[in-house]
Nanobody, 123 residues
């Protein structure tokens, strides 16, 4: 069974940067549509960024220009570079994958999930 393990979450000050990583086992990150989601208590899981098997990316409006999703096929990892962080970015961040070639940033489309990594941004 596919396994996704996130890392890189931390506490940072507003304006700072973090880089999250998701290590994937069993299948190649180049063959699935993969995405990052985030969730705060009491709210639905929110799609942040996605990347197709051919490398096409898309982003939620709230993170465009600040976050960058990428993958390293040789290491089979997915990354999320987060810059200019604000307290509104505070959340648990999850890596997700779907066998669809492309998918909207909606949690119901994704069948594989990591356990999450916490990002906290203080003002």
């Amino acid at each position: 069974q596919a396994q996704l393990v996130e890392s890189g979450g931390d506490s940072v000050q507003s304006g700072g940067s973090l880089r999250l990583a998701c290590t994937v086992s069993v299948y190649s990150v180049s063959k699935y549509f993969m995405a990052w989601f985030r969730q705060v208590p009491g709210k639905d899981r929110e799609g942040v960024a996605g990347i197709t098997s051919d490398g096409t990316t898309n982003y939620a409006d709230s993170v465009k220009g600040r976050f960058t999703i990428s993958r390293d096929i040789s290491k089979n990892t997915l990354s999320l570079q987060m810059n200019s962080l604000t307290p509104e970015d505070t959340a648990m961040y999850y890596c997700a994958a779907t066998s669809f070639k492309t998918a909207p940033l909606k949690a119901s489309f994704y069948s594989h999930w990591g356990q999450g990594t916490q990002v906290t941004v203080s003002s």
